[in-house]
């Protein structure tokens, strides 16, 4: 994913899934100078500061399950 693209996603009104080495992440903050992001795994709730390009948007999430 690219820096921009992660910022449009962590900005919007809508809820876009994105994960991080296959598990569902709520992006916190962006370093776009870094190119780095802090996100949040969705199932244990810690925080992790990962690489932007390891990102992987899929898609918007219409209703929970």
């Given amino acids: 994913m690219h820096a921009n693209r992660a910022e449009e996603i962590m ?4 809820v876009i899934g994105v994960q991080y080495r296959n598990n569902a992440v709520w992006i916190d903050n962006i370093d776009k100078g870094r190119n780095t992001a802090y996100v949040t795994y969705l199932e ?4 992790v500061h990962v690489s932007i390009d390891r990102l992987v948007e899929t898609g918007p999430v219409t209703g929970r399950q």
């Fill in 11 to 14: 900005k919007s009104a809508d």
């Fill in 44 to 47: 244990k709730g810690n925080t």
